[in-house]
């Protein structure tokens, strides 16, 4: 599988308009998530990829062509419910083992999937009592049991301890060295942007924006944060050297002056600093957070 | 059946039969059924034919009531539970139709009740002797064919019902309703009618009752067509034919028609 394509794909529930025209595009060797506030359409558009639900427009490509969610294609998919919940009398070996006997996947991929996420020590033990993160952990093995050619995620770090998101990173890299499809959907962005290559941005229903992570950060031109720490007796001049520029929004605080700066005056306010030798003792350059980069994204599209 | 039918199958075996709730009724009703099984060996004082005719009506009756539970309890969260936690999307991303779901789930959860009805009849049977035991072993078909109506029943149910709450009390109406209420609404509507609606009439909507039919066939094929009328049970067993054509509706029916509206859902969440 080399691309997964969902086009033009509108859904409505009654008058509700779930759905309009939203099309996202996944290939292999790359992780694309979709974000979006709670009711954005994120679970609908996935649902819309597992075949549950009917677009009323739009459709499935897989690799160029039109494909229906029939065998063929499912045979190919590992998915990962949001909060999922096995059934509580089974031990975790005992719903795994019913996964991989529907899959044909034998005993000893089981066992290795259950060490892989972490669970062989409670793998006799009944999923009541699980944590909720153990639950989860078990939700990745089920998805990953087959390896899929194409994995879908749906919030998947929800109840996850840092064990437990450490095996989901090491599950994404894994998909995306082996050329598979990574799409999940989250409204986490911040935890996992370093992990992903695009991002489709949902808002009730549209898509407002899909890029790669440093593109969307480009697309909304918010600006970065320069932070100097800067010798005690020359705070003033630092601070004033830069008012006087007047191309940054400076905040000073006891030995430290934090300057707001759009990318293009970045070197122009490297040059101000080498004009103030021994002034500036380091200084830190960070870019927008992501969560910032998402809530301008809505507000645009809200706009 | 595909492979993920067939897996689906084993695993609602394995799951229904660690439920406490049906293991409770089960045991429940296997320790009634014993009871009374015993109490028929002996009042019978050691005539096998007197505490036959003893032991298999009160088992009729006491199937009647327990069997229709276990079952209902058995069926109703078999689609909406899976809904709930999220995992009928899970089962319908692998290569499996929507109706195959619904059969795959029907068969393993009657080879559940099947497994629950031999454990209530079959402690029975132990314990009963001579000509008893045949009579009681004669009942094991008909009552399992009874729990499958029901299990049919709650799998409809289970499939139309927005949550597993709302299917639990269905099947407690369901249940009260058909076991207990529906006789005394017949005779209600005889009495309110005054005769309108005739006893013939009367008589073929009792049978059309799973349970209505279970304990009238049973009676008539343990006490005999006479000592029911002593009684005043003045209904006409349907032919083998229609019977098997109402058996054949309540089993397969609700189940066909759980398959179908499932298969037609636009939007499964």
Not at chain 2, 42 to 59: K, V
Not at chain 2, 95 to 104: D, K, M, T, Y
Not at chain 2, 173 to 191: P, S
Not at chain 2, 192 to 214: F, H, K, R, W
Request: with cysteine; hydrophobic share 50%.
């Amino acid at each position: 599988m080399k691309s997964v394509v969902l086009e033009d794909v509108s859904v409505s529930f009654g008058k509700l308009r779930a759905l309009s025209e939203v099309s996202v595009r996944a290939e292999a060797g790359q992780v694309m998530m979709l974000a979006g506030p709670n009711g954005s359409g994120k679970s609908t558009l996935l649902r819309v990829l597992l075949g549950l639900v009917h677009p009323d427009t739009g459709g499935l490509l897989v690799d160029g062509h039109a494909t229906h969610v029939n065998r063929r294609f499912k045979e190919q998919l590992g998915y990962l419910p949001e909060a999922v919940a096995f059934s509580e009398n089974l031990s975790g070996q005992q719903v795994l083992r019913f996964f991989a006997h529907a899959r044909a996947v034998g005993r000893k991929r089981v066992d290795a999937v259950l060490e892989r996420v972490g669970l062989s020590h409670a793998a006799k033990r009944r999923v009541r009592g699980y944590s909720r993160g153990m639950r989860q952990r078990l939700g990745v093995a089920v998805a990953i049991l087959t390896e899929p050619a194409l994995l879908v995620l749906d919030e998947p770090t929800g109840g996850l301890d840092q064990e437990g998101l450490d095996v989901l990173w090491s599950v994404l890299s894994e998909w995306r060295e082996k050329e598979r499809v990574v799409i999940m959907a989250t409204h986490d962005l911040t935890l996992v942007e370093r992990r992903v290559d695009s991002v489709c941005v949902l808002d009730a229903g549209r898509r407002v924006a899909f890029d790669s992570p440093s593109g969307l950060r480009r697309s909304v031109g918010l600006p970065l944060t320069v932070t100097f720490d800067v010798v005690a007796e020359r705070i003033d001049e630092v601070a004033e050297r830069i008012e006087r520029w007047g191309r940054a929004e400076l905040d000073r605080k006891e030995g430290v002056v934090r300057v707001a700066v759009s990318t293009e005056d970045l070197l122009a306010l490297m040059d101000l600093r080498a004009n103030l030798p021994g002034a500036v003792r380091s200084l830190r350059v960070e870019e927008p957070g992501m969560d910032e980069v998402y809530e301008a994204l809505l507000n645009r599209g809200a706009a | 059946m595909s492979r993920v039918g067939r897996a689906l199958i084993w695993h609602e075996l394995l799951e229904r039969t660690r439920d406490r709730w049906v293991l409770v009724v089960s045991v429940l009703f296997a320790a009634m059924a014993s009871a009374v099984s015993a109490y028929g060996s002996s009042a019978g004082h050691g005539q096998e034919a007197a505490g036959a005719t003893l032991t298999g009506p009160s088992l009729v009756t006491l199937a009647s009531l327990f069997v229709p539970l276990v079952a209902l309890v058995l069926s109703h969260d078999a689609i909406v539970g899976e809904r709930e936690r999220n995992t009928l999307g899970l089962l319908l991303s692998m290569p499996i139709s929507r109706g195959e779901v619904v059969f795959a789930k029907f068969i393993g959860r009657g080879a559940a009740l099947a497994l629950s009805v031999a454990l209530g009849m079959g402690t029975a049977i132990a314990i009963a002797d001579g000509a008893q035991r045949h009579v009681l072993i004669s009942l094991l078909l008909p009552t399992l064919l009874l729990g499958l109506a029901f299990l049919a029943i709650g799998l409809l149910i289970s499939t139309l019902a927005p949550r597993q709450s709302v299917a639990a009390s269905l099947v407690v109406v369901v249940w009260f309703g058909l076991v207990f209420f529906y006789d005394l609404g017949l005779l209600g509507l005889l009495v309110a009618t005054d005769g309108g609606v005739s006893e013939s009439v009367i008589a073929q909507l009792v049978v059309a009752n799973p349970a209505g039919l279970y304990r009238v066939a049973m009676m008539q094929a343990l006490l005999g067509g006479q000592a029911l009328s002593d009684l005043g049970l003045a209904v006409d067993l349907p032919s083998v034919a229609q019977r098997g054509f109402i058996w054949s509706g309540w089993v397969l029916g609700p189940v066909l028609l759980s398959a179908l509206i499932l298969a037609k859902k636009r939007v499964l969440r």
